[in-house]
T-cell receptor
């Protein structure tokens, strides 16, 4: 069966420090991959999505970047975190069939201090 | 630009009553899909229901049904016989088939079920 791993679960980082969040999917191949951010009590903002290795679509101009070095690995990075980067980050994957649902990881709560 | 609008930030409903959560979407695409997800306080995202733009019948999954009105671009979620465990945040989302399966979410509705 398919599973999605996202780590760490919580992270506290100082302003200006780098960030790397990793997400891996097991049990499927060639998934679509997504990164979302949720501010406290708010909706999910799509940050990046990818349909294949090295193919990244960026939705929001900001100091974050994403990479997909392998088929089932999606990495969210920043060189220098801002206070506004705090939030709940969710990775998700979806298969290629039309009616397949989006499967989410358990999320990373990032606090930038 | 493609957009999902959920106009109800919060709702209070008596247990066992039916609930309708509103969702409207904006797209010029012919092919798209609509999802509803539930997010309890744990933060987990739970899939509830999916409707494709070419599906003629409204989707149903147990106590959940999606009232799909294509001409009005609305995709309301109906929960029948609400339960205390239905208290959560609910998100409507749109899958943009013609844009590499980009999936965008609305801002959500926080549902409180009262005993």
């Amino acid at each position: 069966s398919q599973t999605i791993h996202q780590w760490p679960a919580t992270l506290v980082q100082p302003v200006g420090s780098p960030l790397s969040l990793e997400c891996t999917v097991e049990g499927t191949s060639n998934p679509n991959l997504y990164w979302y951010r949720q501010a406290a009590g708010r909706g999910l903002q799509l940050l990046f999505y990818s349909v294949g290795i090295g193919q990244i679509s960026s939705e929001v101009p900001q100091n974050l970047s994403a990479s997909r070095p392998q088929d089932r690995q999606f990495i969210l990075s920043s060189k220098k975190l801002l206070l506004s980067d705090s939030g709940f980050y969710l990775c998700a994957w979806k298969g290629r069939r039309e009616d397949e649902k989006l499967f989410f990881g358990s999320g990373t709560q990032l606090s930038v201090l | 630009a493609q957009k999902i609008t959920q106009t109800q930030p919060g709702m209070f409903v008596q247990e066992k009553e039916a609930v309708t959560l509103d969702c409207t979407y904006d797209t010029s695409d012919q092919s798209y899909g609509l999802f509803w997800y539930k997010q309890p306080s744990s933060g987990e995202m739970i899939f509830l229901i999916y409707q494709g733009s070419y599906d003629e019948q409204n989707a149903t999954e147990g106590r959940y049904s999606l009232n799909f009105q294509k001409a009005r671009k609305s995709a309301n979620l109906v929960i029948s016989a609400s339960q205390l465990g239905d208290s959560a945040m609910y998100f409507c989302a749109m899958r943009e088939v013609e844009r590499d399966d980009k999936i965008i979410f609305g801002k959500g509705t926080r549902l409180h079920i009262l005993p």
